[in-house]
């Protein structure tokens, strides 16, 4: 009787069956998004960076050993230090006709790969590879005790197939973190989704003993409705700041990468902010929607160090024109990959999301005023904004800390820098801000220095 009481003014009132549908929707669309769009996002983001970096581990083995038996044995003799250097859980290499000519394992030395996969792919210089998760056998039947990606990488030579490298990356570190990841999120949804149906509960059971139509029922479901859009509002902070970290880990990875700290990043973002809020108040060039995409977009500034060799980031003294030819090119494939990502976004929403402020960012973040810088050249205006402020922040925070092929300089001197700059490297507003700023940005730097 109750029962049908309730479901009886769910059918007549249209409030409740609105609140009810998206309720409902909120609950099933929320974490199911999450787990087929981010999650596999990310775990296409991985792998791309571990195929970068079996491609230039296999050329580089197959420049430095070769194909032949003393070659082998030189390879042989450094595999301890290879395996320990590169997280590497086995490397085979085949010849041409798939017979081993090296293995971890030397009771495989001698044998050919008859599978279809390489006769098929592999031989004609296509990359194949697959996430073997631990407790699961490879291809050749062992049972794996870490999560491992199994990549064939074959070696071409002027078009012609000179034989491939079959390597075992460990990824048991990076899959788990981003499970750990994936994990919180799925529970705050839930918790949100949780939330939004009691209370809808209870405006249910409310209507059931009274009349909707009454001036205290009306106040009631206010209230609740009230109390409701507190509850959303706190959870969608909740969920915000889950998005925030979660860019800041995988913005993370490539400063890990680059020998860096994370303050760096959180750095870069504090000085955005500083910047955009001063043209805001000052010349209202920007609303705060905008400088919050901006904030996120500026951690991913160098997202494309990932793409670059380690031995190239780390250097302790100055790139000669081929190291820095390569280590300019971080610009461009930065912006390929968060591209890529935004297009899905836009894809499934018809907008485009802060990605594509990312992407201009890490783009042009090194173009100069002047038109000098890379890596198209652009000049003046042609710059987008975000980029411009981007550009400046980054090399005030670049002077200011200390590398092994630089000195660490004071503020003033990197004030003294950038003033200089205006007109030349840097956009003549965006120097007159930090102008005004420059308390703040010494501030800032000296509030979260690397220890």
């Not at 960076?49 to 070769?66: E, R, V």
């Not at 479901?221 to 509850?231: M, P, T, Y």
């Not at 959180?266 to 000052?282: F, G, P, Q």
């Amino acid at each position: 009787m109750v029962l049908a009481r309730i479901l009886t003014n769910i059918i007549r009132n249209a409030f409740l069956r609105s609140i009810v549908l998206l309720s409902f929707l909120a609950s099933m669309i929320t974490p199911l998004f999450l787990f087929f769009y981010f999650l596999p996002l990310f775990y296409e983001q991985m792998m791309q960076n571990i195929i970068i970096d079996a491609n230039k581990l296999g050329h580089h083995l197959f420049k430095q050993y070769g194909i032949k038996e003393e070659g082998m044995q030189k390879l042989k003799e450094d595999i301890q230090w290879i395996s320990g250097n590169f997280t590497l859980e086995r490397i085979k290499f085949f010849d041409a006709n798939g017979q081993t000519l090296f293995s971890t394992n030397p009771k495989e030395i001698n044998s050919f790969n008859q599978g279809d996969d390489f006769k098929n792919r592999v031989a004609k210089g296509e990359n194949v590879y697959k996430i073997v998760p631990k407790g699961n056998k490879s291809v050749d039947g062992r049972f794996l005790s870490k999560d491992v990606a199994e990549i064939y990488l074959p070696i071409m030579e002027e078009g012609r197939f000179e034989g491939a490298f079959e390597i075992y990356y460990d990824i048991t570190e990076k899959r788990d973190k981003l499970d750990q990841l994936i994990g919180r999120s799925m529970f705050i949804l839930a918790f949100f989704s949780f939330s939004i149906l009691s209370a809808l509960g209870l405006i249910v059971l409310f209507a059931s003993k009274r009349d909707l139509q009454t001036i205290e029922a009306q106040k009631m479901v206010e209230s609740l409705i009230a109390s409701l859009e507190e509850k959303v509002q706190a959870q969608t902070q909740e969920i915000r700041f889950n998005k925030e970290i979660s860019i800041e880990a995988i913005a993370a990875l490539a400063e890990d990468y680059d020998d860096d700290t994370g303050k760096h990043i959180r750095r870069i973002k504090s000085y955005t902010i500083l910047i955009a809020t001063w043209l805001k108040n000052e010349h209202r060039m920007l609303s705060d929607e905008h400088i919050d995409e901006m904030a996120m977009a500026s951690i991913l500034h160098d997202i494309g160090k990932l793409s670059i060799p380690k031995a190239i980031l780390t250097k302790p003294g100055k790139l000669d024109e081929e190291e820095w030819g390569i280590m300019r090119t971080h610009a461009q494939k930065g912006a390929e990959v968060l591209e890529r990502a935004n297009k899905i976004f836009y894809a499934r929403f018809g907008k485009n999301s802060y990605l594509a402020v990312a992407r201009d960012i890490a783009h042009y973040h090194h173009e100069k005023y002047d038109g000098s810088g890379y890596p198209d050249g652009l000049c003046g205006e042609e710059i987008p904004l975000s980029a411009r402020i981007v550009a400046l922040v980054d090399v005030y925070d670049a002077l200011r800390g200390k590398r092994p092929y630089k000195r660490q300089w004071s503020h003033q001197d990197a004030y003294d820098l950038i003033v200089s700059g205006s007109g030349q490297h840097f956009h003549p507003l965006i120097v007159e801000a930090f102008k005004h700023l420059a308390e703040d940005f010494d501030k800032t730097y000296l509030e979260l220095a690397d220890t």
